[in-house]
């Protein structure tokens, strides 16, 4: 990150700086929270302020320079080879803007890849690919190819993958922005649920603020690599940090997210508990 030298290129919003005499764009330069067990999490923010360079430091992708990043008990940066790669298996799933899905393998077996490194025989990965399946309410389609399905069918097939790997961390890299408005709602209302009888943990980014309140159970707003607010929905709509989250705001249906009640009073920020910490000095 190269943080201490970093100035602001005021034309590009790109951060620079020194590090070891090396020229460094920093893409995330200050986030430090605490995702709690069996939030939602999101990261909101422009294009190019970091979210997606912040979702791969946190999937153990992308070594941060300074800072660091536990999951659970484990230093991410403390883990190299196979106990990084276990770790991952074990703890983490992603979900994908554009599905990644294998085009010329059915929807099943879309959703058993990946399984064959846990050890699992062909008819457990099969059990488990179809309960997965069921649970996006795909069942009956097993066996059609990914172009045979619309672009919301094949992200429940991207959603159904990361379930069937059994991981009780998802992150979702703006996993509903290619969709129709009414699929991408369908989407999030199915997440909703989902989260609600599984339990995942989820760090959700986008781009977009509606969303954002929908889903969120805390919104993280981001702004040139720093985080720059945290809170609730509620929080960010009845006390923006600065002036550019009060501009972010502005649009919003406020309808949707307050109540009278919370404007007498306002919900309380959740305690943080111990879950993934991402830090940056
Ligand atoms: P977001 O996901 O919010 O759109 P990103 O994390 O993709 O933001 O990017 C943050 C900043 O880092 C942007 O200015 C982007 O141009 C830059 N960036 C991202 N990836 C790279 C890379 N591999 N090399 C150089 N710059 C990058």
Redesign the pocket.
């Known amino acids: 990150k190269g943080a201490k030298n970093a100035v602001k290129d005021l034309s590009?919003?790109?951060h620079r700086g020194e590090l070891q005499n090396k020229k460094v764009?920093?893409?995330?330069i200050d986030a430090t929270f605490t995702v709690e067990d069996a939030e939602i999490f999101v990261v909101m923010?422009?294009?190019?302020?970091?979210?997606?360079?912040?979702?791969?430091m946190l999937n153990g992708l992308l070594p941060p320079t300074d800072g660091s990043i536990r999951i659970g008990d484990a230093e991410l940066g403390d883990l190299k080879g196979k106990a990084l790669r276990e770790l991952r298996q074990q703890r983490l799933s992603m979900v994908f803007q554009h599905f990644a899905l294998l085009p010329h393998r059915s929807v099943l077996d879309n959703v058993a890849f990946g399984l064959e490194i846990r050890g699992l025989t062909k008819e457990e990965r099969r059990e488990k690919a179809r309960e997965a399946v069921e649970m996006v309410g795909l069942s009956g389609w097993e066996d059609k190819l990914p172009a045979q399905l619309s672009g919301g069918m094949q992200q429940r097939v991207g959603l159904a993958r990361a379930l069937a790997a059994d991981t009780d961390i998802l992150l979702m890299?703006?996993a509903f922005s290619a969709l129709d408005p009414l699929i991408r709602q369908e989407m999030q209302d199915q997440l909703l649920e989902l989260q609600k009888s599984l339990g995942k943990t989820i760090v959700f980014?986008t781009?977009d603020l509606n969303e954002a309140m929908k889903i969120g159970d805390r919104i993280a707003i981001?702004r040139d690599?720093r985080v720059i607010q945290i809170g609730t929905a509620e929080d960010i709509l009845l006390r923006p940090a600065d002036e550019y989250v009060s501009e972010f705001i502005a649009d919003v249906d406020r309808s949707r997210v307050l109540t009278a009640e919370s404007i007498m009073e306002p919900a309380k920020l959740a305690d943080t508990g111990e879950f993934a910490t991402v830090g940056a000095d």
């Open positions: 590009t919003g790109i764009t920093a893409a995330v923010g422009l294009s190019g302020s970091g979210k997606s360079t912040l979702l791969r890299d703006e980014i781009h981001m690599g």
